[in-house]
């Protein structure tokens, strides 16, 4: 699997990494920091991930986590059980908000 920050980030992303870049920085570092500390492999993380942005109904994050579970190479099916996982926990018109936005982001990805 390939590194989860080499996923492209969004355009807004790109503008606050541009003007507060030492700050940028830190968030990084401390992602980095968390996930070298636990047991758990790429891939568990990147759909940990997801589901805490599809649990606190983060749409730029559920579209950041995609892409970043893209390009730690999970497949889309795994991806998309994560956020139909979210019905029976959040319900489901959350679950299917969430569905929306991982399949948005699958869907560019695959173009």
């Not at 994050?61 to 979210?86: C, D, M």
Request: aromatic share 6%; net charge negative.
């Amino acid at each position: 699997m390939t590194n989860p920050n080499d996923a492209t980030p969004s355009e807004h992303y790109e503008r606050f990494r541009a003007a507060y870049p030492a700050i940028a920085d830190a968030h990084a570092a401390l992602g980095q920091a968390i996930r070298a500390e636990g047991p758990l492999d790429e891939r568990s993380v990147a759909l940990v991930k997801l589901a805490l942005a599809i649990g606190a109904q983060l749409e730029g994050g559920v579209h950041a986590h995609t892409r970043r579970a893209v390009a730690a190479g999970i497949e889309r099916q795994a991806i998309e059980h994560v956020a139909l996982l979210a019905a029976s926990t959040l319900g489901f018109p959350r679950a299917m908000a969430a569905y929306a936005w991982v399949c948005d982001t699958l869907d560019r990805a695959d173009e």
